[in-house]
Structure formats: structure tokens, C-alpha cells
DNA sequence: TGTTAGCAGTCGATGGGTGAGAGTGCTAGC
DNA sequence: GCTAGCACTCTCACCCATCGACTGCTAACA
């Protein structure tokens, strides 16, 4: 790929991107010259096509139609984007007010907060949106509790530096003194508190066999919630509007649509395929994947609270996508985002339990 | 319509529907006649087919085509499976035992119960299926427990008698002496212990002001985790294999495809669509509804523990349904849904929290 | 009266042929 | 280096003829 191209040559490309993204359509030299270059010809358009054609940036369909961008038109493209000042005209002032609004409007309750951002994106984009939340597992141990119920019954308390807490009833072999829960709970303490989430995986309980002797069940139970705990807090992905995509005619056939679905639907295969660029500030990545997200173009932005890289939204919609305004609108997030976090991880969060 | 058909025009009917549910091709006199009927000769189905098409219950989509059925076809040919002591042919009875296996393995942990019978249910009859919990909200409030933690907090804990339980943190205003603590426990225990969920919805914390006073944040809290819990608890949808419906002809295009998909991820629609006939026992329902699913069939069963209906699972697929495999699946569903919540519900029930 | 064979009629699907339209590449001239 | 003009290519939409699938009807038969 020749390094520069001539000014014109830029122009021209830039051009032909902006319409086939407007339109959908082969783009021909005639479209180019009237409403982007009127002081030349169409045939000096040509020539110039012909030449970038050469260079791989576009091609084809067949030999009367207009030219398509190919991969490396979409790169330049996005590159001119973010090299003149992204946002300039992306978003009117009133929509980007608008959409800053909602952001701090709906991410109130940071509990479902990747839900709502990603619902946003994808309103304010109209293409499909997801949001990853990077849990970080860096979560201590403060304190664990055991209280006890009426019956036989007991109940788990772990509270943790972050706030969160996991409960799980439980039942005691049989009815117990006070004395026997005291002395549980000093030892839970003394084994978990000040623990890191993350050494547990592999925590071996004779390590401290010393002193278990009739309290094996609930520290077991106790080890038990908390692998429960660190595999379902493992990374969420959520995705918005998955439906959108099906308005674009790139997915315009069953089968199509049916794969597309198939992968955004599914949490693992998306985990997979954002992890590449997790902390990337912001990414685009366009054209042929081998995961079934084939002729799909993937942007991404990193939030971050402090340094952390807390989680990433981005958008997945057609290569042919308005490149501007998802730019802006991630850049929106990115903003609010780490705003929001931020004030609000002050508080204690929340949790209600499940049947 | 006519009550009662001769022996001759309900064979042929029944194989006309056995035929067009198979090949989902228009079905022609000859088809009927020698697969079905060697006896008599084409012209003579030919002749039931117009006197049954008379009757409404079948049409051709044009004059040199085949017969197809319509909903009163459909309504007939369930009728008669129904009649004739149902999952006969239906399945195997290996396929009946694995299915059955799966039920009883799968649905261990009662937490994901609907998911996972969703699952199999899908998996086992190739459509789209659903699964609903009626949260019957008649849950009685055993004990309220306030437990502090360290520094400013506690949590509030919530026994009821299906075992589930709530908890919050809650900020303390100040730090607090154990006295204030068993103090608020105790009222919050006089206040809401064997209160139905229900009452709560209305209820006035001005009733019982005489004692409040400086428990009134308190109060406020639990009163509002609750309602918090009340409302997302309320009936549960879990749809699985969504897509599969794209697979059926009847669904091959996008504008089809994505009409069918909003309507199903939308659980709220889910459940207004299905709560009809929350507790018919198997309940077949074909054909035009006027709420975004049509043309198709819906067919649920209600799953009870002793009386009482605690959910519901259903297909819902094309008209064109083997409604055969899909009633003997279901009922295999009855059976085992049944057991498994009975012997499972003399557990506590554990939630876990989240962040 | 019910059943059947035979036949004409109807309609959708398929495929080749045609013409219009869109756009290019090339060439010659400025 | 640019441009006007022109020949060339290819798609798309349309028409038309043909084929095949069924039916409905009629007349004959038990």
C-alpha cells in the first residue's frame, strides 16, 4: 500500500466512503464529481478511480456498476475521521446534550448500568450495541457473618471492599447454640477476611485444618458461595438492539440474520471476540472475521474509572456505518461513563437475592 | 360448521394436515389417495376435498394447487390426537426415557429451573419455547433480621416462608449502639413478621406511627427492598431457541423474522400473550392474534404442585406444527416439572447477591 | 347414489430473449 | 494533465412461451 496519496486521491476516497454509507449504494464517478468535486470532470473522477482501485482500496461489483469501498477505503476513512477532531460534525450540539442527558439520567442505578449504556449507544446509533463490564476480581474480603435463623436454618453474609455481598441460607445439621455460631463466625472470619477474591480459586482447606473440626460443612459452604460468587461475576456482556441489524439490507436473508443472531446472542462467543482489544481506547475493526460476525464492522471504546479500564461498549453494525456519529456517540460514553462510576462507587451497592 | 363429519372426510382431513405438517407443500387428492386412502381413488378425495373446503376447513392458494389446511383443520386434527390417548405415536419410547432423564438431571437447581426446562423443551421439539413462573406472591414474611457490620452499615435480611430472602445494605446515619439495633430488629419483626407480600403494596407506615420515631428510615428501607422485591419478582418469561423459528419457510423473511423476534424477546408481551389461559391445562391455540405473533401456533401446559398452577411451558412454532411430538413433550413436562418442584421445595431456596 | 376414469382448463414456476439504463475505459484532442 | 465523446459491458426488468401440477367436470359404471 503506497504510503501517501495525492490530495485529490483523498478526496476522492473520502467522497466515495460518505456516499456508499449514506446511500448503500455502487458509488460512480458521476456521483463523486457533482456533489463533491464540480471544478473537474467526471472522466478525470474516473481515471482516479481506476488508480485507487489499483491500490486496493475499492472495487467493483461487475463492470458497469459504481465502485464499493473495500476494507482499507473504511480505514483510511475512519483515520481521516479521528485525525480532524472527531466529534466536529457528528452530533448537533443538541443531540450530543441530549444524549449526555440520558447518560446521567439513566445510569443512576449502577446495577444494570451496562444494560442502560448499552441501550443508549444503540437508540442514539440504531445500530446493535453491547456493553462488557470487566470485573475486575480485585474484591477483598471484609467481614463474614453468620446469622442465624428460626429453625435450622442459617444465613451467609460476605461483605466485601467493594460493598458487595453474597448471602445463601443454609441449613445446620441441628438446632445449635449461640456459642457454636460465635465461634463459626470468629473462624470464617480469621480464614476469609482480608482474602483476595482471586486466591480462592485454588484455596485448599487442609491449609487451616487445625482448627475445623466441626465447622468443615460451613466452611465449605462458605468456599462454595464464593466460587458461585467469582464465576457468575466473571465478565457480563450485554447487547442492545440485536434486532437493529436487520434493517440493514447486508442482512437482508434469513440465514444471514439467523448467524448474525447466533453470535450476539450468545455471551461467550461475544466475550471472545472483544476480548482482543480490551483496553484499547478505541478501536475499529472492520471486515472478514472467521466467527461469524463476517462483513461486520466492530467499534469499540474502553471506559475507565481512574487508570482501571472498568468495561467497554462499543457497536456492531454493518462495515457501511456511520462511522462519525458511533465515534461520537462512544465518546460521549467514555466521558460519562467514568463520570458516573465514579460518584457513585462511593456508595454502598446493593443486592437483593433470588429465589 | 357442521357437527359431525363421515368416518371417510375426517381420515382424509387428519391425513391431509398429517401430510402438509410434514412437507409443508400444498397437499394434492393423489397425495391423500396413495399414501393414505389406497382404497378409493383420486377422484373421490377429490371430491371430499371441495366438500370439505365447503366446509371451511381447508383452502388452495390457487386453483392448480393442492389443498391446505385452515385453522379449523388445525383445531380438528389436535382434537383428535388429543382424543386418541395422546403421546402413542409421539415419541418413542427411547426418546420418551432420555427426555425424561434430562428433566430430572437438568433441573437440579431449582434456580434456572424454567431456563433449563425451556432448554429441553426446545431441544427436544425443534421450536421455540417458553417457560413462565407465576410468582404466586403469596409468600409470608417470617422474620426480619438487622444485622450491622462494620463501620456505618447493615444489612437487612428477609425470611420468608418459600425460603427466599432479600438483603440491602443500608447506610447507618451515625454509628449505633446494639441497643438501637435489637431495638429496630424487634419492631421491624413486630411490623412485618407474618405479613403477606401482597398487603405490603398499600401498606401505610402512618398506621403504626406510635412507635416509629426514630426507626422511621429504617422502616422506610425494608418497606422499599420489598416493593423492590415484589416487582421484580413478579412473573417470569425465559424464551429459549428463538431463532430456531427462522428455520421454518414460514418465517424466510427478515420483515417476518424480525416482527416474530421483537415480539418474543419482549417479556412483557410474552407474558400479556400468555396469560390467557394461565391455567388450562393444555391449551392449543392456532392461528391470527391480533398481537404481532401470526400465524402461528401457540401450545402451553400448565405445571402445578398439588392445586396450585406455579408456572407454565409452551411452543410456540409455525401453524404447520407436530403438534404430536410437541403435546407428548409437554406432558412429559407435567409430570416431571411436578415431581421435581415437590421434593425440591422442602429445601431453602439460596439467592446470591449481586453488585 | 356413490365411485371412477378421462379430459380439458387453470395457474404458478421456469427459462430464454430483449431492450433500457447505468457506468466504465479508452482515445483523441485541447 | 484534463476532458468530451463514444463504444463496450453488464445488470435488471419485462415479456412470452412452455411445462407441469392439480383440479373440476362429465359421462359411464356398479
Do not use: W
Not at 458487595?164 to 477476611?193: C, G, H, P, Q
Not at 472467521?290 to 464492522?297: I, K, L, S, T
Amino acid at each position: 500500500m503506497s504510503k501517501e496519496l495525492s490530495e485529490r486521491k483523498k478526496k476522492i476516497l473520502h467522497a466515495l466512503v460518505d456516499l456508499y454509507i449514506s446511500t448503500g449504494q455502487p458509488v460512480s464517478s458521476s456521483d463523486i464529481q457533482s456533489k463533491y468535486l464540480p471544478e473537474v470532470s467526471s472522466a478525470t473522477v474516473r481515471s482516479e478511480l481506476s488508480a485507487l482501485e489499483a491500490l486496493g482500496y475499492i472495487e467493483q461489483p461487475h463492470t458497469s456498476a459504481g465502485r464499493i469501498p473495500l476494507k482499507e477505503a473504511y480505514k483510511f476513512y475512519v483515520d481521516s475521521i479521528s485525525a480532524t477532531g472527531s466529534s466536529e460534525t457528528a452530533l448537533t450540539d443538541r443531540e450530543t446534550e441530549l444524549i449526555r442527558e440520558k447518560f446521567f439520567k439513566r445510569l443512576a442505578h449502577i446495577e444494570d448500568m451496562s444494560k442502560e449504556a448499552a441501550k443508549i449507544i444503540s437508540d442514539a446509533t440504531n445500530y446493535t450495541s453491547f456493553c462488557i463490564e470487566r470485573s475486575s476480581m480485585d474484591i477483598e474480603i471484609e467481614e463474614v457473618k453468620l446469622v442465624p435463623l428460626k429453625g435450622r436454618k442459617a444465613v451467609v453474609l460476605i461483605v466485601t471492599d467493594k460493598g458487595m455481598l453474597a448471602n445463601k441460607a443454609i441449613d445446620l445439621a441441628e438446632d445449635v447454640k449461640d456459642e457454636y455460631i460465635e465461634a463459626a463466625s470468629s473462624l470464617l472470619n480469621r480464614v476469609f477476611s482480608g482474602r483476595n477474591l482471586l486466591e480462592l480459586e485454588n484455596f485448599d482447606l487442609s491449609e487451616i485444618d487445625v482448627e475445623i473440626r466441626g465447622f468443615k460443612d460451613i466452611l465449605d459452604e462458605v468456599l462454595n458461595i464464593l466460587r458461585i460468587y467469582v464465576s457468575s461475576h466473571s465478565d457480563t456482556v450485554v447487547v442492545e438492539g440485536a434486532l437493529k441489524m436487520l434493517d440493514y439490507p447486508e442482512y437482508s436473508s434469513v440465514e444471514d440474520a439467523k448467524a448474525f443472531l447466533s453470535v450476539i446472542e450468545d455471551k461467550d462467543s461475544m466475550a471472545q471476540i472483544l476480548s482482543d482489544d480490551g483496553s484499547i481506547e478505541l478501536s475499529v475493526r472492520i471486515g472478514k472475521e472467521d466467527n461469524g460476525v463476517d462483513r461486520c464492522a466492530i467499534v469499540t471504546a474502553a471506559y475507565r474509572v481512574g487508570d482501571d479500564v472498568v468495561g467497554q461498549a462499543g457497536v456492531i453494525g454493518p462495515e457501511r456505518m456511520d462511522y462519525k456519529k458511533v465515534i461520537g456517540v462512544l465518546e460521549l460514553m467514555k466521558q460519562t461513563m467514568s463520570k458516573v462510576i465514579d460518584t457513585s462507587s462511593k456508595h454502598i451497592t446493593d443486592g437483593h437475592g433470588e429465589d
